[in-house]
């Protein structure tokens, strides 16, 4: 148990659904991501929330919107995927400043788009 | 953009034998973080380097910091089953020490 806990940790969806992805912390950090993991492709930083505030968006397509409603909640609401969206959707958290900022992962949203 | 580059991608070892991998940056690193993680897990922090050359160790691992801040190496003496999964090295950039980007990965692999 690392303190982020990620649901669901498996979802097939179609090109047409919407889903959403929750995450959420227990560990009083300050700054929330999401990443993705492709196979054969490192983790890619898709988000950041810094005391709720976006302070990050690298260049991720609109059909991912992220919504942070607290520092401990963190959201990816999904619509219109792609099948090459599929895959490991990461969230992790961190507690800013200090010079260690170093992540906690949660367990992960295995994700396939059919 | 920056780039963090590891190798090798894949290493198989016999239990018992010594495992390395190397991460190099393109840029200078503020400090650089390795992560593990099990198949079908999530990565796990392992530790963090901030000086020039420093070493640190958690028991049959040692973590380098190369004195320009542009590489690293992880190794682990005496591989044992439980020392399996992908280890990530993972460095700040855009100024900022949250903005992470990591390397491939190295999948290590332990015959018992």
């Known amino acids: 148990e690392t303190g982020v806990t990620q649901t669901p940790r498996h979802l097939v969806m179609g090109m047409t659904n919407k889903k959403s992805l929750k995450c959420e912390q227990h560990l009083g950090h300050n700054a929330m991501y999401w990443y993705k993991q492709s196979a054969k492709k490192p983790l890619e930083l898709m988000f950041v929330?810094?005391?709720?505030?976006?302070?990050e968006n690298n260049s991720v397509p609109s059909r991912f919107s992220p919504e942070c409603p607290n520092s401990s909640h963190l959201f990816l609401h999904l619509h219109t995927l792609q099948p090459e969206d599929s895959a490991l959707y990461l969230c992790?958290?961190?507690?800013?400043?200090?010079?260690?900022?170093?992540?906690?992962f949660g367990s992960g949203t295995q994700l396939s788009v059919l | 953009g920056q780039q963090v580059m590891q190798i090798p991608q894949y290493q198989h070892v016999q239990e018992g034998e010594d495992f390395t991998t190397y991460c190099n940056s393109s840029t200078t690193l503020s400090n650089i973080q390795w992560y593990k993680q099990r198949p079908g897990g999530h990565p796990v922090f392992l530790i963090q380097?901030?000086?020039?050359?420093e070493v640190k160790k958690q028991k049959r691992l040692t973590f380098q910091f190369g004195e320009a801040k542009k590489n690293s190496s992880l190794h682990i003496t005496a591989t044992q089953t439980t020392d399996v999964g992908t280890y990530f090295c993972?460095?700040?950039?855009?100024?900022?020490?949250?903005?992470?980007?990591f390397g491939k990965g190295t999948l290590l692999t332990v015959n018992p």
């Open positions: 992790a958290s961190s507690a800013l400043g200090g010079g260690n900022e170093k992540l906690f």
């Open positions: 993972a460095g700040p950039y855009g100024g900022s020490n949250y903005k992470l980007t």
């Open positions: 929330y810094n005391f709720k505030e976006q302070t």
């Open positions: 380097l901030v000086k020039s050359g």
